[in-house]
């Protein structure tokens, strides 16, 4: 029996034991004349390599009960996960004192980017990336080819992206959040018909704009009586954001769902499973 089988077989004999080997990293980040060091939570789960990975990019409020579950259900799937820590570095502590622009946290995606293609565990083809909100936004302009050429080293590029709830109603409206000329990577959003950043059609008039090219790699969901960020396990709360109400700012609850978590859990490991190969 190999390695490989022996370490699969006894992930069958022991189900409620971790399924992945936890690392902390940290990603020389440069740009802009500016060099900083991101944090990063990189989770190996025991099987077969070269292995597909996706990049796990946090919300406004930084990490927290998100990034751990749906890198629970992709490494189960088989995938080496990297959810990085935004703030950390930035001595950010709350989400008044976040940067100016989401743009100026690109750089730190695409060097999770980087860091991963050049493991020898990793499939430098088979890198995906998802984010929840503020994550979110950097998982949908990732996906274009001005961020990939600004920010990516050479060739590189993320091979599959997947937002939720990335405020839909902000692209191709709001300087800086443009979404189109895309690298031809699929595109999987979901978002919450009950989110008050956004519309309940907002993703879908954004899909409906785009460029038939665009348009063909762009799939979503909305999901009926989900909040934003439905995924949180964390107390319910109100966040008071100026972003939200396309704009106009005010309240937005923010309430956990566990039908239509398990539902974009399951849709997420689908997705990168279809698009980057299912690794059992």
């Known amino acids: 029996m190999t390695r490989d089988n022996h370490a699969d077989a006894y992930q069958r004999s022991f189900p409620d034991r971790v399924k992945a080997k936890t690392s902390f990293v ?18 190996e789960p025991a099987s077969a390599t070269p292995r597909a990975a996706v990049v796990f990019v946090h919300g406004s409020g930084g990490v927290d009960s998100r990034g751990q579950c749906y890198a629970n259900a992709l490494n189960e799937a088989g995938f080496v996960t990297l959810e ?24 730190d995606a695409f060097a999770a980017l980087d860091f991963l293609v050049r493991r020898r565990d990793v499939d430098p083809t088979r890198v995906g990336i998802m984010g929840t909100s503020w994550g979110g936004i950097v998982s949908m302009l990732s996906a274009t080819e001005t961020a990939r050429n600004v920010f990516a080293k050479g060739a590189q590029k993320f ?40 519309d309940p059609d907002s993703c879908e008039r954004l899909v409906e704009s785009l460029a038939p090219s665009d348009r063909a790699v762009v799939t979503f969901a909305t999901y009926p009586g989900a909040t934003h960020a439905w995924d949180r396990r964390e107390p319910d709360l109100i966040a008071n954001d100026p972003f939200a109400h396309k704009g106009s700012g005010g309240e937005v609850p923010f309430r956990y769902n566990a039908e239509i978590t398990r539902i974009s859990t399951e849709a997420i490991v689908e997705f990168f499973s279809r698009m980057l190969g299912r690794e059992k």
């Open 26 to 43: 940290a990603l020389a980040v440069s740009h802009d004349g500016k060099v900083w060091h991101t944090g990063g939570a990189l989770r």
């Open 159 to 198: 091979a599959a992206h997947a937002p939720l709830y990335p405020a839909c109603w902000t692209y191709n409206h709001v300087p800086g959040f443009e979404f189109r000329a895309l690298t031809g990577a699929p595109v999987f959003i979901q978002t919450g018909a009950d989110d008050l950043y956004d």
């Open 84 to 107: 990085i820590d935004l703030w950390a570095a930035r001595g950010v502590t709350s989400p008044q004192e976040r940067p100016k622009t989401i743009t100026e946290t690109l750089p």
